[in-house]
């Protein structure tokens, strides 16, 4: 299935009067999202380990479940999810809908409607799905989860003329009108290297995974260490094969001080061993890593320990998880937020907005917007960024050194 916070005003000075009423813009809606948010931390990699959403799951889909709405707002949205696929996709859709529906609930009195609709974990559901929502009325999907059917969606919205949320981490999909709100590996890349560099860590060796989001950290990391002033020293890539990599890099660890290992759970593990083998003494170096070391095999591993990754602030999470365990007697799955998020957000644009509520101007706000998870902003790409906090390994898992920020910078 699937691959964010000084009490400061999320608005950046007026430069112009363009800017005052963009950055307004960003405060007014902050603070319906904050207010409409009126456990236990889950791993950020169960669900969420970027690019396993770009396909489908193998087995066989359930049959199509039917389409239902919720609330009575004039403002209609559609939603998108893969409600009958097998498996956890299923499981996931239909705990990411249970959100949805949570924060209409607990937004006041929203003006919106939103028109389920199952794409059945396929490109053809999802395009008979969005087909559907815009003939009923709908002025913004959100969804679908799987990259591979985001395109179909996007072209019934585009000859609508109408904006995507999109919840895929492929960053590849995103485009004109197709926004991704997602944990993109990109912002745990430059938040963990920001920080790095900030306490002296300039000179990065660098492990991947021989995979698309090894692609994908490869591309971020070695854009951002020489943007920050550092260099990359050393860089492998890895397969099933993890001691030979790890040979070549701990031989080149003497020019290094930060090590970054991408990838989670058990892998990062496994390749934090074979670099101890390879005679790497890795508490002389920094660790670092993404949001997928979220994972109680990282917390356990004696290796990782004092190890630093960026990911959303867990106590986003934590009260979320608690409101909707007692809503619906269930752990959320990790990604529930992002559907909490999304409604919350056009919920706050339909308040606030007008008639331009969901055009891209508006989307991508540069001062952005406060869920769940903390800031996040859209990127005229259709990427997003967001303000994650540096957390550091221990036993007792994950601790923050470093918060989250309350606004962006420029």
Known sequence: MLGPRDLKSPVQGPRSSGATRRGALGLLLGAPLLSACAGVQQSLSQFSNPFSSSQPPAQPAGPPQQATTAGSGG????????L???????LAAQSMRNAAEMALAEFQNPNIQLLIKDDNGSPQGAQAGAQQAVDEGAEIILGPLFAQSVPAVAQVARQRGISVIAFSTDSSIAGRGVYLLSFLPESDVNRIVEYSASIGKRSVAVLVPDNAYGNVVEAAVKAAVPRRGGRVVAFERYGADRATPARTVAQQLGSADALFIADDGDAVVAVADAMTAAGANLRNIQLLGTGLWDNPRVYASPNLQGGLYAAPDPAGFRAFSGRYRTKYGAEPIRTATLAY?????????ARTQGTTRFSPDVLTNPSGFAGIDGLFRFRADGTNERGLAVMKVTTGGGVA??????????
């Open 84 to 90: 009958s696929a097998a498996g956890n996709a299923g």
């Open 75 to 82: 403002v209609k949205v559609g939603v998108i999810l893969p």
């Open 401 to 410: 050194v470093a918060g989250s920020p309350k606004s962006f910078g420029a």
């Open 341 to 349: 998020d999304a409604v919350a957000l056009v919920a706050a644009l």
